[in-house]
Each structure stands twice: as C-alpha cells, then as structure tokens.
C-alpha cells in the first residue's frame, strides 16, 4: 500500500462558539476556528482523514513539507512516518496541534484495513468511558452555578471548571461550587497557565480544601523546577503536561522529577495517536494515570483504548447548556464502532463545502 495523494481541504470560517479567559478580546481570535481536514489518499482506495485547528497553517504545511514527505510511502509504517515527522519538526518547529495530524490519518486507514474501530486495534479496554463537563469561562459566580445544576440534569457525572485566572476569584467560586453540589460530586479545575508561582500556590490550596480531584496546569509548562516545587507544597494531585513541546520525552521528565501526579495525553497536542498512546503506555509503567485531554473522535478511542484513565473531556461552552452529541443520559461516551475512526466526513462532502482545496 503507497501514499498517493494528500489532499487539504479549508473549511469555511465559523464564529468561535468558545469563550475562554484567555481568548476574550485577542486580536485575530476569530481565526482561531477555521479548520482544515486532512485527506491521505491511498492506491488501494482506502483514504485516512484527520483535521487541524488552524487550517492556513495547515495548508501551508501540508504543501510545503508534508505532501513531499508522503507521497510514495507505506501508510501502514506508521512508526517511521512519525519519526520522521520528528526529524522535521526540528526543522520546522511544527506547530503543537500539527504534529499529530498525519499520524491520526494514517491510524485511520490501519483501522479501516484492520476492519476495526480503533480502539480496538490499539488496545480495547473498555467500550464506553464517563464524560465530565468541562466548562468554558463563565460571567459569574451565579452562572457557574446554573450551568452546573444543567449539567448534573443532562447526566454529567464530574465537572471542571476554566474560570477568570484570578487565584482569589476562583478559589471563591470553587468553595461555593462545592458547597452547591455537595461532597459526591467529582470537581476538577484547570489553570490553563493562567498563574505565577505565587497564585497557582494560593488557588491550589483552596482546590484543596474544596475536595477538587485534580488542578490542572496551573502555570505554563516550561519550568519542571516550579512544578516539582509547587507539588512539596499540595497534596491535592496535579495534572501537568498538557501544552508543553516533547510528547513523551517531555511527559518522562514531568515524571522522573515528579513534578505531577497525573499527566496529560491527547492526539491533539501529543503527537497523534502513536504519541497518545505512548504517554499513556508510559505513565502506566509508573502507576499513573494519564487523562486525555480535549473532544473528538481519536480522543475518545485513546480513552477507550487505555486503562489508565479517568474521563472524557466533553465542552460545555454555553449557557443554556445543550447536550454535547457524544454524551447519552447517563453521561457516557461510546467509541464509535465503524472500521477506522468514524469521522463523518466524505470526500464529495468536504469537496462540495471547503473554500479552499489543494
Ligand atoms: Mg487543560
């Protein structure tokens, strides 16, 4: 089996639904969700398809480097491909939420020729795995509150929040969080980087004393030295390595210094599914968990594929909430179960809606 084709495939503009602290007023953040399908076409007819967030990125990638690096290879030698992905990336220094895109493609033509649904062939641990809410930012206390009664009422059983970055601020709506949903709720809460050394202390002890499950990423993640610092100073386990560069190279450093208690996996930041599984593989070797984070397809198959691990991230990213497609009444998400990934898109599709394909 060669590669014969990669095709991308722009998808118009939408307005970003999300809004995060982060995001808020940013110059440029409504490019943010122009997403671009990637097509990985093969001579045997079967095709593998993965997406990237910022698609003109995407394209650029794609036709400068990646077409060139393709065409002509075995699809199904997935671990030479990576690697030498890796060798570009220290050229190119790809983009975080790029460097697995080629390898989820090509899991998903391994998969549809395997005749299984991926997290089957990966490992197959479990079939369908709980989801937790995981919030947008909110305007207000009262708020918070009210999404949260909506998302107990939709069958969510755990929640997390992303809140304003303002360690006094959040830690007071964690308290009265706990308070409102009482002691059985598990309640999660992520920094997203948001903090210094100072308030990501101050926030972690109060996620502390609310009885929070995890703190996720309270400063960025390029000091593993304030990491291994911040975790003498909290007992409440903390879950790191989420947007740092270095797939599991860099998750092995997080834990060898033990600057965390959990570690963050995902197709979308981690290398793909081979650098998911990896971290997932990794993390077990030393009893750890390793959460998935973010939505999507090939996050739910690594969930399913792995038994270290926790939850599914689903967004609740407004108020009223709906419910997210993915997850039933009982707040449970299914692997899909059609041979490969189970993506929806087809090729006449996307060429019938993309404003741009190359
Ligand atoms: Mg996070």
């Known amino acids: ?41 093969t001579d045997e007819g079967v095709d593998g398809y993965s997406e990237i967030r910022r698609g003109r990125i995407g394209l650029d990638l794609v036709e400068r480097r990646l077409k060139h690096l393709l065409i002509g290879e075995d699809p199904l030698l997935k671990e030479d491909l990576w690697k030498k992905i890796w060798e570009l990336d220290r050229i190119e220094e790809l983009p975080i939420y790029a460097l697995g895109a080629v390898d989820i493609a090509l899991w998903d033509i391994t998969a549809k020729v395997a005749n299984l649904p991926l997290y089957k062939l990966m490992g197959g641990y479990r079939n369908a795995i709980p989801a937790y809410a995981s919030t947008v930012t909110f305007g207000s206390i009262d708020e918070y509150l009210a999404v949260a009664d909506q998302c107990l009422e939709l069958g969510y059983t755990a929640i997390k929040l992303h809140a304003w970055g303002d360690a006094r601020r959040d830690a007071l709506l964690a308290r009265e969080l706990r308070r409102h949903v009482g002691d059985q709720i598990p309640l999660m809460y992520d920094g997203s980087a948001g903090f210094d050394f100072q308030d990501a202390l101050y926030l972690g002890k109060a996620l502390e004393d609310a009885g929070f499950m995890w703190y996720e990423e309270p400063m960025r993640e390029f000091s593993i030295a304030s990491y291994q610092n911040l975790k003498t100073k909290l007992d409440i386990p903390l879950l790191v390595a989420e947007t740092s ?42 009893q750890l968990r390793a959460e998935v984070h973010g939505g999507g397809l090939p996050n739910i198959h690594v969930a399913c594929a792995i038994p270290n691990t926790t939850y599914y991230e689903s967004l609740v990213f407004e108020n009223p909430v709906k419910r997210d497609p993915l997850v039933d009444a009982n707040g449970m998400v299914s692997a899909p179960q059609s041979p490969g990934i189970g993506w929806t898109w087809d090729k006449s599709a996307l060429e019938e809606s993309a404003a741009i394909i190359v």
């Not at 095709?7 to 982060?22: N, Q």
């Open 1 to 41: 089996m060669r590669i014969v084709d990669v095709k991308s495939y722009l998808l118009p503009k939408t307005p970003p639904p999300v809004t995060f602290r982060w995001r808020a007023g940013l110059p440029g953040s409504d490019d943010f969700d122009e997403p671009m399908v990637l097509r990985i076409v």
């Open 245 to 286: 560069d270095g797939c599991h190279f860099n998750s092995a450093d997080f834990i060898k210094f033990q600057a965390g208690d959990i570690v963050r996996t995902s197709t979308g930041l981690k290398g793909g599914v081979t650098g998911a599984i990896r971290i997932a593989h990794l993390a077990d070797a030393f």
